[in-house]
């Protein structure tokens, strides 16, 4: 159940366009939709080091909650969903993790590019931190050429849930089986198995790249095998979903890269959503840049729904 839905904004119009998709989900919810914009000191250069402004920076606060108000205004006059506003103060990411804790939501709601910190979205910036620091799903949409239009539906009709056969990737389950539900999708489970036997061999020679016949019988058991038990897996995870009223069904695809194979398959099917935990197995400890879930965000033209499994170890340093 989503009663809380916080959509962070930087003042530009790239950032609104988070709002359509997340006032319809509060419309289906009947969820609170609350929009947030974090405020950090401005220091002037007037002495080494900089020195605080506490007059530009009292203009800026003025500024900015101003267009906040403006916002909560456009958005009434589109919906009657229970709206709120809140300017925050801090470092972006830890001001937004830690109010949206502190309140209760449950689904942060924001576009893969903005202005200023969250631009820097990919490589160590904002969206990066927030995934690291939150235990809330974050549904990343992609901005529009056009001005943001509050009557828009977001169209989730086909979700896509890469599984790792780990019980934290199975985290996402709960989050997509509730978006799911509210937004009447159908939703396929995807595990990508990694071939063993080489591309390319021949059946008739019985040899590849100097591979005994021996050895390439072994291997292709071993594909064989695999291939089955993530169908067995897919299969009983499917069912799960299916007896909780779901339309759910479970594909199984080969090949050396997974985000590759992930992006693949939901072009080739026309996903709308792609949802998945942003640790499975490895326990890495950097979730985002140069994991699996990186190079969907990056490499993804539809909306992505991340979430950090509770009990992931994220150190101190982090």
Not at 173 to 193: D, F, I, S, W
Request: charged share 20%; proline share 4%.
């Amino acid at each position: 159940m989503c009663r809380s839905i916080l959509v962070p904004l930087d003042g530009s119009a790239t950032a609104e366009h988070a709002l359509p998709t997340a006032l319809a989900l509060a419309r289906r919810f009947e969820a609170t939709l609350k929009v947030v914009h974090v405020h950090t000191p401005v220091w002037g250069a007037n002495a080494e080091g900089g020195i605080y402004d506490a007059l530009v920076d009292r203009e800026l606060r003025e500024e900015m909650q101003a267009y906040l108000d403006s916002v909560i205004q456009r958005l009434s006059a589109a919906t009657k969903v229970a709206l709120s506003s809140a300017l925050l103060d801090g470092l972006v990411a830890g001001a937004i993790n830690r109010h949206a804790m502190q309140s209760g939501v449950d689904l942060i709601v924001m576009t893969t590019q903005g202005r200023g910190p969250v631009a820097r979205f990919w490589f160590g910036g904002v969206a990066d931190r927030l995934v690291r620091q939150s235990t809330i799903p974050i549904l990343f949409v992609r901005p529009q050429e056009s001005e943001a239009d509050f009557t828009q539906e977001p169209e989730f009709g086909r979700v896509l849930v890469p599984l790792d056969g780990s019980q934290l990737a199975e985290q996402i389950l709960e989050p997509t089986a509730a978006l799911a539900v509210a937004t009447n999708a159908e939703v396929t489970l995807l595990r990508v198995v990694q071939q063993l036997t080489p591309d390319g061999h021949s059946p008739d020679s019985g040899r590849v790249s100097g591979l005994r016949p021996g050895l390439l019988t072994q291997l292709q058991e071993m594909d064989r095998q695999e291939w089955q038990r993530a169908e067995e897996y897919l299969d009983q995870r499917a069912e799960q979903l299916r007896q909780r009223s779901l339309n759910a069904h479970a594909r199984v695809v080969s090949h050396r890269r997974p985000a590759t194979a992930i992006l693949d398959d939901a072009s080739t099917h026309g996903v709308e959503l792609i949802a998945l935990a942003t640790h499975g197995r490895g326990g890495l400890k950097r979730l985002l840049v140069g994991s699996v879930a990186d190079k969907l965000l990056r490499g993804s033209t539809t909306a992505v729904l991340v979430y950090r499994p509770v009990g992931e170890f994220v150190s101190a340093e982090e």
